[in-house]
């Protein structure tokens, strides 16, 4: 499949009957600063958006997709909303802080 900066998960069995996961999770860049294709291109197959994964007592890692919608984005039933980057820079959307403290709470990481 290569690289990609879609939002994609997929779950699927092989003949034995384990399953096997593949997931793509987005990116965190700016797509109006692209400059090596057409920016219709890549509104059309970059999606905003993250990944958060949990290891399980069993040792399996249970992925969970996270998408930016709208600078919103929802973490364990949490929503979380912020100012786009540039309106307001003492609010970036993805600072430091913005879900880091949250997952640290919860264990996530």
């Not at 249970?62 to 973490?75: E, G, K, Q, R, S």
Request: charged share 20%; hydrophobic share 35%; proline share 5%.
């Amino acid at each position: 499949m290569g690289h990609d900066h879609a939002i994609n998960y997929c779950v699927r069995g092989n003949a034995t009957g384990e399953a096997h996961v593949s997931a793509t999770f987005g990116w965190l860049g700016d797509r109006d600063k692209v400059d090596y294709m057409h920016k219709i291109k890549a509104y059309r197959d970059w999606a905003l958006g993250f990944g958060i994964g949990y290891l399980g007592d069993n040792g399996s890692i249970y992925l969970v997709p996270v998408p930016i919608v709208d600078y919103t984005c929802v973490v364990e039933g949490r929503l979380f909303t912020q100012s786009p980057i540039g309106k307001d820079p003492d609010e970036a959307f993805m600072s430091p802080n913005f879900l880091s403290e949250h997952l640290r709470k919860t264990g996530a990481i």
